[in-house]
T-cell receptor
């Protein structure tokens, strides 16, 4: 089965600073990859998904961008963070042999101060 | 039409009770309905899933009931325990879709 790694686990950044969150996946190849954000006590908001290297679909217009430089690497970035960017960021991908089953990484807790 | 509506938003049940969380959908193309369990500070974990060719699926103390004609599905937790206290999300997808559509989540508390 695949393993999803996210880095860092927690992050505190000032408003206006840049952001880079990394997601890497082991045990699968050419997976669909997803970035979700979860505000405190709220649901899961799909931000971006990617079906392959360099292919990014954005779900909501916002202050964030995503890139997929390698098959199993998905990066979430921002040039200037806003207070509203605070939240729990989750990377996800389907099971290798069961594409319907989506699995989530451990998440990154971002606090913008 | 892509929405999945989940209720209630929060639920408190005594230990041993049977909490029921409901979800409704509009898109009849959906053919996969998973439930996720999320503990504080953790990513959601796939709990149980059902396809519309069956009306019920059980895994341990967790049961999904599915009503295709009503376009509704629900999660039941038998003999609930304090350790089941978590946020639960329903979701839906269909073959060829690139993503899951999630419900808004239910915060479940099981009191001892």
């Amino acid at each position: 089965s695949q393993t999803i790694h996210q880095w860092p686990a927690t992050l505190v950044q000032p408003v206006g600073s840049p952001l880079s969150l990394e997601c890497t996946v082991e045990g699968t190849s050419n997976p669909n990859l997803y970035w979700y954000r979860q505000a405190a006590g709220r649901g899961l908001q799909l931000l971006f998904y990617s079906v392959g290297i360099g292919q990014i679909s954005s779900e909501v217009p916002q202050n964030l961008s995503a890139s997929r430089p390698q098959d199993r690497q998905f990066i979430l970035s921002s040039k200037k963070l806003l207070l509203s960017d605070s939240g729990f960021y989750l990377c996800a991908c389907p099971a290798r042999d069961r594409p319907y089953e989506q699995y989530f990484g451990p998440g990154t807790r971002l606090t913008v101060t | 039409q892509q929405q999945v509506k989940q209720s209630p938003q929060s639920l408190i049940v005594q230990k041993g009770g049977i909490p029921i969380i409901n979800c409704a959908y509009e898109n009849t193309a959906f053919d996969y309905f998973p439930w996720y369990q999320q503990f504080p500070g953790k990513g959601p974990a796939l709990l149980i899933a059902i396809r519309p060719d069956v009306s019920e699926k059980k895994e341990g103390r967790f049961t999904i009931s599915f009503n295709k004609s009503a376009k509704q599905f629900s999660l039941h937790i038998m003999d609930s325990q304090p350790g089941d206290s978590a946020t639960y999300f329903c979701a839906a997808s269909f073959q060829g879709a690139q993503k899951l559509v999630f419900g808004q989540g239910t915060r479940l508390t099981i009191n001892p």
